[in-house]
């Protein structure tokens, strides 16, 4: 019993070091991720304001659709505002859509390659080699955050049926088949995608709670760890992607009363928490989640 007993206490210990360790390398690489981020000047919060509105405009096209209640009118006229999306069309003159699927297997599988072998660095203490961090670092800020919704959209085109999108099916075997993800041979392509898919979300969730709970700024007396805001917020657009293909059975309408009590969740926990250190970034967010709420409500209407 003694033996038992001393096995279970190093075995605690062991993996107590290895959490300990975990987090140290974590910080260290958030830490890096945002050292250096200054958003004092005009340029930088203008900037700043740019890639949070491309964000929030993805979001307003992935609500504004037939499937949360919307008119064909209005789903065409909303997806003008979204710059990804007119980029997007634009080059699905040329390209067939299927290769933005890949890129987006690419970028994915190549971000989190990359977190693991910076990670890897700080473990083993090396601090000469910089490109990897550079890397991570406009990887981060872009599939993690700027065209999360649009990356996750291309990541799901194995398992999208849409009628305005042209099924992997159809690429696959010639136009007139039927749309089935699940059949044989598609599903050793669906499965593996929905996969990444996943990984993918836990991937950018963990990165929005790391960036802020790591911040040594947050852990002062009265501060919040504000990375949980950005967290669920993440998860929305996570929701608005995903919702019209888990509620086939549901109407716009519900789809739309659901979607909306998530924003209003989203937009009441941004008022509670003012998660960003600085005011400016608080009132643009703020509005931003107000817009949405506003949308989603409208889909009600």
């Known amino acids: 019993q003694n033996h038992r007993a001393e096995g279970r206490f190093a075995g605690g210990q062991r993996a107590g070091m290895t959490f300990e360790s975990m987090q140290e390398h974590m910080f260290g690489l958030f830490y890096v991720l945002t050292e250096g981020a200054d958003g004092s000047n005009d340029g930088s919060k203008v900037f700043s304001m740019l890639l949070l509105t491309i964000d ?18 209005s789903q065409a006229l909303l997806r003008w505002f979204d ?30 390659a990359d977190a693991i072998y910076v990670v890897k660095l700080f473990r083993d203490g090396v601090l000469t080699i910089i490109w990897p961090l550079k890397v991570l670092r406009i990887m981060v800020a872009s599939i993690v955050t700027i065209v999360f919704s649009t990356v996750l959209e291309w990541l799901l085109y194995p398992v999208d049926c849409s009628a305005d999108a042209r099924s992997l099916a159809q690429w696959l075997h010639g136009n007139g088949v039927v749309c089935a993800p699940f059949g044989t041979p598609d599903i050793f392509i669906a499965i593996p995608t929905i996969l990444l898919a996943a990984i993918y979300i836990v991937f950018s969730v963990g990165t929005n709670v790391f960036a802020f709970e790591l911040d040594p700024i ?35 309408l519900a789809s739309s009363i659901i979607i909306s009590l998530f924003a209003a969740r989203v937009f009441w926990y941004h008022l509670t928490k003012l998660p960003f250190q600085c005011g400016y970034s608080n009132k643009f967010r703020g509005g931003i989640h107000a817009h949405v709420l506003w949308l989603c409500l409208s889909g009600i209407a």
Request: proline share 5%; glycine share 4%; hydrophobic share 60%.
């Open 56 to 73: 929030m405009l993805q979001v307003v096209r992935t609500l504004g659709t037939i499937r949360f209640g919307w008119t064909v009118e």
């Open 83 to 112: 710059l990804i999306a007119l980029i997007t069309d634009q080059l699905r003159r040329w390209v067939p859509y299927v290769c933005f699927y890949v890129l987006a297997v690419v970028l994915v599988i190549a971000a989190m």
């Open 218 to 252: 947050s852990r002062q007396p009265l501060a919040i760890c504000t990375g949980r805001v950005e967290a669920v917020w993440t998860l929305f657009k996570v929701a608005a992607v995903l919702l019209p293909f888990l509620s086939e059975g549901l109407s716009p």
